[in-house]
């Protein structure tokens, strides 16, 4: 009881973020989720739109924009040469294990959690309750008609407000209590700077190979069983969105400030309460489980959940934070390229939805 009355805010929360969510599932909607829609209607635009170009009228246009060839060859061929050498690298690396070689010499894991696993439970519960006031905000400003507002803003600003609270959630309610510092909690001591994003790129470098051998085995189970792929919304809105400053902002999002709230979240609290309670192992394919199912893409759910692997080893490979960050920012600015050219090519070709 005592415990009780001690978290009874956190706990009040815990309800009042978990009511709407059981209000949902016990009386689903009539009508289907907006953004479903637009994603289902995406899907099946591209799917009829891409394959119908002749070879001959798509060389033409393309000829007629050399920025976008160019763009297209160099990510063809920097993938080509990831791939070449992150397979060299991933063999030494392997054949160094065997010797009992470390992956990262000098190094050492991260310093043990002084937070449980209700710690993290908090955060999340207080970034439900802040996503619900969000969700009637937004409500209350498209009822009022405010100009220019519209689901894509929307989306913006709520993953702004979302990824800006987790880190100040992390603040309050971990750092504070744990009483550590940030540059130690991020790991900044455990090595200079510059070496811990060398770690990072020579991380995901390494894991290259076998991050694309995911995505392609799930692409081929996929079309196995005849089922219909739907991009997830930041493409949707890449696709669709016209406005330069929003589109600046959501790239900001997606390339910088979702992946540092992220690794402060799941790795540096979730990963380090997991840790704690159950050891590196599970802490690591559990925090892994659990990065890849809050991204909510079934179809994407394997190749998410293998880089939550990566990210969860380095950082326990090389105590720090930094290199996880680095490894998901260059991956998600390596996907928001290729989206970016996608989309070009689609604008080019007279086929973008």
Known sequence: MKWMWRERWHLIALVVALLPIVGRLAHRPAEEDPWRTEQRQVARQLQQTTGGIPPEAMKAKL???????????????GGVLVLVFGSVLLWRTV??????????????????????????????????????????AQSALHLGRWPGWDRHLAATVNTLALDLMAIGL???LILRRARRPLREFLGMEAAPLGRLV??????????APILVGVIVAVIQIVQWLHVEPTPQLVVVMLLQESRPRLLLALMGLVAVVGPIAEEI?????????LRRRWGVGWAVVSSAALFAALHADPIAFVPIFVLGLL???????????????TVHIVHNSVMLVVAITVRDLLRVTGTAP
């Open 63 to 77: 000829l007629a924009h050399p920025s976008l060839v160019w763009r297209m060859v160099i990510l063809t061929w």
């Open 95 to 136: 054949r160094g294990l065997r010797r009992g070689a470390p992956i990262f010499p000098g190094t050492s894991p991260p310093p043990a959690a002084t937070w449980g696993l209700w710690d993290s439970v908090k955060v999340f519960v207080w970034l439900l309750c802040v996503a619900q006031a969000l969700a009637i």
């Open 170 to 172: 992390v603040g309050l």
């Open 198 to 207: 060398v770690m990072g790129l020579r991380g995901y470098l390494l894991w």
């Open 265 to 273: 979240l799941f790795r540096g609290v979730t990963y380090g309460a």
């Open 311 to 325: 990210l969860a080893e380095l950082y326990e490979q090389t105590g720090s934070l930094i290199p996880s960050m």
